[in-house]
Each structure stands twice: as C-alpha cells, then as structure tokens.
C-alpha cells in the first residue's frame, strides 16, 4: 500500500513562493504518474500539475510559467514549487498517484489511486 503525505503548506502575501513535498512510502515503484490537485471551498477538486515516470510534465493553464512540479527519485520525494502566487491559488493541495500511465495530458481525479491528506495553502492580498 502507497502512503502519501504533503508538507509545505502556510500562508503567504500575494507574489510570494512556497514549495510542497509529497513524501512517498515506501517508494514510487508502483507508480506510473504522480501529481498535484487543489480544492478550494465551495469548488470543486482541480488538476494542478502533472509528472510521469518517464519525466513528461503538465501543466493547468492557471498555474503554467509560475509552478514546477519535480521529483527527487533517491529520496521518494514529489515536489511543487509554486511562485508568484496569487490569492486565487488559495487552497488544500493534494498530492496524487496513480499506477496507471497517463500519455502527454494532465491526471483525471477519477483516475487516482493514491491521495494524500491535504496542505492547506493562503495566499493574502
């Protein structure tokens, strides 16, 4: 069974940055694609950023050119590294996996396997 569970989450003023890891246990072995989603109140859950094993990466159009999503694979960690965020990116994220392969697009909710518990993210203005 794949457990992960995210850090990184706080508050922030408006253009500030935070990065989020996504700890993986006990490995990342069984996982095709990995990624982020976020919910915020009153909507529903969102596709932020997108990783394959093979290294391709997607992107929401509201967060492309400002977040980056990586992964340290000796350490079993996912990443998101989020800059210039604004009091729209206010959020939980949530840390997704998936042991299926996802071809060149973003992940699908419905296609999660993994979840982790949410970090809660505030951007002020």
């Known amino acids: 069974q794949v457990r992960l569970v995210e850090s990184g989450g706080g508050s922030v003023q408006a253009g500030g940055s935070l990065k989020l890891s996504c700890a993986i246990s006990?490995?990342?072995?069984?996982?095709?694609?990995m990624g982020w989603f976020r919910q915020a109140p009153g909507k529903e859950r969102e596709g932020v950023a997108t990783?394959?094993?093979?290294?391709?990466?997607a992107y929401a159009e509201f967060v492309q050119g400002r977040f980056t999503i990586v992964r340290d694979d000796p350490a079993n960690i996912l990443y998101l590294q989020m800059n210039s965020l604004k009091p729209e990116d206010t959020a939980i994220y949530y840390c997704?996996?998936?042991?299926?392969?996802?071809?060149?697009?973003?992940?699908?909710?419905?296609?999660?396997?993994?979840w982790g518990q949410g970090t809660q993210v505030t951007v002020s203005s």
């Open positions: 997704a996996a998936t042991s299926r392969p996802v071809i060149r697009r973003q992940l699908r909710s419905g296609e999660i396997d993994y």
């Open positions: 006990p490995n990342r072995a069984s996982l095709f694609t």
């Open positions: 990783l394959t094993s093979g290294g391709y990466t």
